[in-house]
């Protein structure tokens, strides 16, 4: 069975050459299957889709055994030397065999899959010695596992047809990708819809009868992807693995080989995930493996050995990191997990992929995110903070906490207080609001749920709208002005934070504030430092505009008595509040519930 493909180009320009191939590129000719060396070339595939996972694949399954196999052609006078290396958690190299290769033909190499318990991976270097040479279809493969398991792929799309039409095209235009699918479930929630666009009959004909395309309204990530896994599923049953995908990412179609090999290999059932890497820095890793923090209402804490931000081209991460769940940019389900945990809840948009990866490791089903596959997606880093996708986060959060986590109210409240009041000095009243809003549906309970999130949307553009805070403005036309830029002085000690929040507080009600307007950077967007400020225009971290921000003392003691009232309300009802959601779950996850939401009812 083949696990895995040494490729040594991407699926597109954008992608940098070192993600696969470390050389000096004027002396290879790099294809996607193939490379050509010149003389004296000297390659190393110690890259990021270069190496095999050998941590992942001793840890999570029973094979002790990878063969390398590549096909090869050297000039009459080349040697071409083989070195395959290993190394450890920390990095240090440890060779592992070496072949001088002749003539034309093919060469496997078999290693063993073991001192790898804590970290390293394997790769292969090649040197192109008096001549040149080439190789080609280079694989890593195992004993053929007893059960070859198929997988399906669930894409939710959402007003991006010519980006979800690039992934489709680029997942089934790379034939071993597209073997191992059964069925491709495209589940369009837009107005502008991807059946419309000129190149959906290229889809078609490359997918066949395996492609099912459907359409309904809009329920957010969490409604489109439940659609697709309700219709793998409707007969009771799941016959396949279930790949989730979104519709605008850079796909690279070796990931899904490498999750699908992972899952059918694995001792047991697991989610096996795709990392995300950064489609502005295609060398970047978002994050190597994270884990909710529910104390805290936060996502995307990193692992314990985990790193977030790594540089792919300067580093490798050795160490082998755990994960509590992966989001669905791209991650297998298996079909155990599916048939034992069922759908995720109807949460609209964040958090329904954390509280199904959370649910599954309950039910025994760990989450793996697999270092060498990736797809890159549009930065988090440049989406601006301050929009309506906040106030799906907050009450998500709230509600995965209250179902999963301790829920202590004492800590609950402090998040929540601790957090709205950094927006109200900072003078986002706009989203302080948006966060009011989250806290208030939360409390009121699950009916909040009903309509999946579809009429959630228009009162928050209403509610927002009230805000000209939350309004983003042309830098070069929408100011009369240009505002002295301030720089933010060394970050506040963590330990003083609620000292130096509680100061911001009384300098923003009584007004004891710098006078005139004033430009910040997006960098130092932080509430202790806007909160010096009467008036402020802030960088959109999208940098793409400024939002221009006022003292509004009026609106600020208005929301700390809402925000008051709530934690109060929060710290009472707590355990009632916990106890409430967490008996609504298996109502909310159930089959007839979701088919009332697809059905418009």
């Not at 009600?509 to 307007?517: E, S």
Request: charged share 25%.
């Amino acid at each position: 069975m083949t696990v895995q493909r040494t490729l040594f180009a991407g699926p597109d320009p954008r992608v940098v050459p070192g993600m696969y191939v470390d050389a000096d590129l004027a002396r290879i000719r790099p294809e996607r299957t193939a490379l050509r060396l010149e003389p004296g070339a000297v390659v190393s595939t110690n890259t990021y889709f270069g190496r095999f996972a050998a941590s992942y694949w001793q840890r999570y399954t029973a094979v002790t055994d990878v063969r390398l196999t590549l096909h090869h052609a050297c000039g009459p006078q080349t040697l071409l030397r083989l070195d395959v290396v290993a190394s450890d958690a920390s990095g240090r190299r440890r060779p592992l065999q070496t072949r001088e290769i002749t003539c034309q033909g093919e060469v496997s190499v078999d290693l063993e899959i073991r001192r790898f318990v804590d970290g390293g991976g394997i790769w292969f270097e090649l040197t192109a010695i008096g001549g040149g040479a080439q190789i080609s279809e280079v694989t890593w493969s195992v004993p053929a596992p007893e059960r070859d398991r198929r997988i399906s792929v669930v894409m939710c799309t959402y007003d991006r047809p010519a980006e979800a039409i690039s992934t489709l095209l680029t997942l089934g235009g790379d034939a071993a990708a597209a073997d191992l699918i059964d069925a491709v479930h495209v589940v369009d929630q837009g107005t502008r819809r991807v059946e419309d666009h000129d190149e959906f009959h290229r889809v078609k004909s490359l997918l066949g009868d395996r492609l099912h395309y459907v359409t309904q309204p809009n329920l957010g990530g969490a409604g489109g992807f439940n659609r697709g896994i309700r219709e793998l599923t409707r007969s009771g049953e799941c016959s396949t693995d279930i790949v989730v995908m979104d519709d605008d990412i850079l796909c690279e179609p070796e990931s899904v080989i490498r999750l699908s090999a992972m899952s059918a290999n694995a001792t047991r059932p697991i989610l096996v995930g795709s990392q995300m890497l950064l489609l502005s820095e295609t060398y970047r890793v978002h994050m190597t493996g994270e884990w909710e923090a529910l104390d805290e209402l936060k996502a995307g804490r990193p692992s314990a050995n985990g790193r977030n931000g790594l540089d792919a081209l300067t580093d490798q991460q050795d160490v082998r990191t755990d994960a509590g769940w992966n989001g669905w940019w791209s991650c297998l389900l298996p079909a155990e997990a599916v048939a034992a945990v069922g759908l995720s809840l109807p949460l609209f948009f964040q958090w329904d992929d954390i509280e199904f990866g959370i649910r599954a490791r309950k039910a025994g089903f760990p989450t793996v995110t697999l270092p060498n596959a990736g797809v890159w997606h549009a930065d988090f880093h440049l989406k601006d903070y301050n929009d309506w996708t906040r106030y799906f986060s907050w009450r998500n959060a709230m509600i995965v906490s209250a179902i999963h986590g301790r829920f202590d109210p004492k800590q609950i409240s402090g998040v929540v207080a601790r957090e709205i009041t950094q927006h109200i000095v900072s003078m986002q009243y706009g989203l302080a609001e948006t966060f009011l809003l989250a806290v208030r549906d939360f409390i009121s309970g699950p009916s909040v749920l009903h309509d999946g999130g579809q009429a959630k949307l228009g009162e928050l553009a209403r509610l927002r709208a009230d805000y000209p805070d939350t309004v983003r403005v042309d830098a070069a036309t929408g100011l009369a002005a240009d505002p002295p830029i301030v720089v933010k002085g060394p970050d506040p000690q963590r330990d003083r934070l609620d000292q130096v929040l509680a100061k911001r507080v009384v300098k923003q009600y009584l007004g004891r504030l710098a006078p005139g307007r004033v430009a910040i950077s997006a960098h130092d967007n932080r509430w202790w430092h806007v909160g010096l400020f009467a008036e402020a225009v802030v960088t959109d971290s999208s940098q793409t505009g400024v939002r221009i921000r006022r003292r509004d003392k009026g609106i600020a003691v208005r929301q700390a008595r809402e925000l008051a009232r709530l934690c109060l309300e929060l710290r009472r009802r707590g355990p009632e509040l916990a106890e409430m959601w967490r008996s609504a779950v298996p109502e909310l996850t159930g089959p007839d519930n979701w088919q009332r939401l697809f059905d418009g009812e």
